[in-house]
């Protein structure tokens, strides 16, 4: 008689055990598909490296995001990713449940930020535009440009025209350095898709001098249908070695001392990128050329035009000699 009874207890134990079980993953089950508790516009969510699925689960409980923090915990464990969850900063839309948070989590999926780095910059635009950025992680704060080349891993290149100009997406925590390392690398593989296809008899002979005449063009063009003429113009020049006397690179010889006017002076000084004084190429880019310039630079117009000049709106009218040069000059430049 004590056995059966032991018996039965056993069993009503055992039984009331299943039934509290079956319970708890109902209400597990539940959990996993109730949306979160979110503000009305959902939630930006930041997960710090290293944080742990556990930390973070009583973290959103603190915050009144989850009411069951050891179910998604469970949940993570359940799946054998807890460990995969990853930094960063998520969007979290409302209507949200803890299983799509988790996958959301282990997807890396974080929220994207825009840089845009635009055609004809030179690398203090570039430098000013990534400083003021409020979202990129500064690193290079105070360092000049040969710093700058060094902490990328290039101390022997001049950082002008290195860096394709692009739009850039990126996550918050993302460093400067991350950044400008893209948009080296985009140049460098822009370039050396390009210089193969290089039409014959150019002027240039190395990618690098394609990368210089590539920035001139670019400063040059208002439109982008003129860019091969103007290519062409240059690169007609260059065979000739007749100065290329273009105003941009005079420009840049001057810097910051710049204020939107060339003087007569300004064409004579004698800097290393005057091109009205030195016959050639300067030593570097002037500027960050686009795609088209590069392809321009290396695919220039054949013709016999040896000058252009600014007609006012943008475009370009092109001559083959001085005095047809200087009669269009009169025209567009006096309004003679």
Known sequence: MFFKRLVWLILLFILLIGLAAAAVWRHYQQFLQTPLSLPADGLVLVVERGVTLKRLAHDLAERAVLDQPDYFYWYGRQRRQAH?????EYAVPVDTTPSQLFDLLVSGETIKYTLTLVEGWNFRQ???AIRADPVLRQ???????AQIMQRLGYADQHPEGRFFPDTYHFPRGATDI???????????????????????????????????LASIVEKET???EERTQIAGVFTRRLKMSMKLQTDPTVI???????????????????????????????PTPICMPGRDAIYAAVHPAAGDTLYFVAKGDGAHQFSATLREHNRAVRRYQLKR
């Open 84 to 88: 995969l969850i990853q930094a960063g």
């Open 178 to 212: 991350q950044l400008l390392q893209r948009a080296y690398q985009r140049m460098q593989k822009i370039v050396a898709e390009i210089w193969p296809e290089r039409a014959p008899d150019i002027a240039v002979k190395t990618p690098e001098e394609a990368l210089i």
């Open 126 to 128: 570039v430098m000013a």
């Open 222 to 224: 208002g439109k982008p």
């Open 252 to 282: 840049y010889g001057m810097g910051e001392r710049y204020d939107g006017n060339i003087r007569r002076r300004d064409l004579r000084e004698d800097t290393p990128y005057n091109t009205y004084v030195h016959k050639g190429l300067p």
């Open 139 to 145: 690193t290079l704060e105070g360092l000049g440009n």
